[in-house]
């Protein structure tokens, strides 16, 4: 019984070790889950695939403002570009409810 728990708690980290994130398609969640990207440069990353389109390379992410080669360098094993760009849709203003 122990043997099995212990591979499928080994099977599930592997599997989560060797999981890509589509920069093209992923939201600001997603993106900030990659080792390495924060909430500034994943924000970065979806408002200039917004602007110029799906990003198809390591080369195309070191032009997006604030990730530089070395953050680059460090994703690579961790992205992926395959796919259309995920543009985030604009949320409807929310009405403020009449004071009394």
Do not use: C, W
């Amino acid at each position: 019984m122990k043997r099995l728990i212990v591979t499928t708690t080994l099977a599930f980290f592997a599997a989560s070790a060797l999981a890509t994130v589509n920069v093209n398609t992923a939201q600001q969640s997603e993106l900030q889950r990659v080792k390495g990207l924060d909430k500034h440069m994943a924000k970065a990353i979806i408002e200039y695939r917004a602007q110029k389109g799906a990003l198809a390379s390591l080369d195309d992410l070191e032009k997006v403002p604030g990730v530089g080669r070395d953050v680059v360098a460090r994703l690579g094993p961790e992205i992926a570009f395959n796919g259309d760009a995920y543009v985030p849709t604009k949320a409807a203003p929310v009405k403020e409810k009449p004071k009394r």
